[in-house]
């Protein structure tokens, strides 16, 4: 009870604080532009300009204002986690024990459930051919939007940290889970790193990852190499806070895919805040595979996919003796889900999905080089 009549007291005394401190460099710093104008504006030789104390004043309330919300910002940075601290944290999610979302269903009105989730400056919209197939089969699904993706700026995607993903894709699995009896995901480019930190902390019926962001192609890796620098990385992304999606070679606009008819309307961001390309980055260090909990583990790719590094996943898999089954779509780019190969890659989703036994082999689908 003591301490927490402490917080509270600290608690008022937080603005208060704040514009003490404020007022205090307010009047240091005039105390100086004073001595300043008295030894040297007043001296012609030196300076004529009366501009130059206007300049003076100006900057002074500049740095106070800054001053004092930066000391604010500090001591409720120091109250809250002062406070927070008395519960049990979950630091991959960023969030508490005592403060995760909660679901209670009586019943499990289900059988399986399926969560889609979408990749890199995407949206769920990713999803919609494979939908259709899951509505004509009656499959259950939730296809959330992750943090920061698919509203109308990138603002909130710019302040996103990996662990808001991580907890929205672990909130959805919780829900599936208090609904069905079993669950799967299917994880598409980004969407894969989550599915993959999910399966480590969480069992799945299937795992299905479309060309999975696991490991980046390698003309991105300069990239991962200058964002892991700590001090260079932050000047950079304060110096270049945005960049262009970039068009992969051979490719006409920024979508990684063979079929063009219909890139204009796929929702996407064009500039992306580096600070989550560096998120991003991070989540792949995070995730390691080998943890991973399923039944069945299926890896979709396109033949012509320049935004992942799929032999290297493969080359992990295979070195680790991890059991998948894989379905190469020859006629299609990174995100086969909609590429010329959408179709046969939905069914053979579908098939996958509708197992009752997981198989070790995957079955053959047109248009597909499929091998276990």
């Known amino acids: 009870m003591t301490n927490i009549v402490k917080d509270l007291q600290e608690r008022n005394h937080l603005v208060r604080w704040g514009i003490l401190i404020g007022l205090t460099f307010f009047s240091l710093a005039t105390l100086f532009i004073l001595a300043i104008d008295f030894k040297i504006l007043r001296d012609p030789d030196i300076i004529q300009d009366h501009h130059f104390r206007i300049l003076l004043f100006i900057l002074v309330i500049y740095f106070t204002i800054y001053a004092t919300s930066g000391f604010i910002r500090s001591l409720a940075r120091y109250l809250n986690n002062r406070y927070l601290a008395r519960f049990t944290a979950l630091p991959k999610l960023s969030c508490y024990q005592e403060s995760c979302t909660r679901n209670y269903f009586p019943n499990k009105p289900y059988d399986h459930i399926v969560i889609l989730l979408h990749g890199f400056t995407a949206s769920p919209q990713e999803f ?22 698919g509203i109308s700026s990138t603002h909130l995607l710019s302040l996103a940290h990996r662990h808001d993903w991580y907890r929205t894709a672990i909130e959805q699995y919780d829900l599936a889970s208090s609904l069905a009896n079993k669950v799967s995901i299917v994880g598409h480019s980004m969407g894969g790193i989550l599915a993959t930190f999910v399966a480590m902390h969480r069992p799945l019926h299937h795992l299905i990852l479309s060309g999975p962001g696991l490991y980046s192609a390698p003309g991105d890796l300069k990239y991962k190499r200058l964002l892991a620098l700590p001090i260079i990385s932050q000047l950079y992304i304060k110096i270049v806070p945005y960049l262009p999606k970039p068009i992969r070679k051979g490719r006409r606009t920024t979508s ?13 961001y064009l500039a ?6 560096k ?17 069945q583990l299926s890896i979709i790719y396109g033949q012509h996919d320049l935004t992942v590094d799929m032999n290297k996943l493969f080359k992990q898999l295979d070195n680790q003796d991890i059991p998948y089954q894989k379905a190469n779509f020859e006629n299609s780019a990174h995100n086969v889900l909609e590429d010329y190969d959408k179709d046969p890659c939905c069914q053979y989703i579908i098939h996958t999905l509708m197992e009752t036994t997981p198989s070790k082999k995957a079955p053959a689908t047109s248009k597909a080089a499929t091998d276990g």
């Open 279 to 295: 998120e991003v980055f991070s989540a792949q260090n995070d995730v390691d595979i080998q943890q991973a909990q399923f039944n």
């Open 128 to 149: 919609q051919f494979l939908i259709k197939h899951l509505e004509a089969n009656q499959i259950p699904y939730l296809s959330p939007n992750i943090i920061g993706f």
């Open 272 to 277: 992306i805040p580096i600070h989550c390309v």
């Open 256 to 268: 990684d895919t063979l079929d063009q008819t219909h890139t204009s309307t796929m929702f996407q």
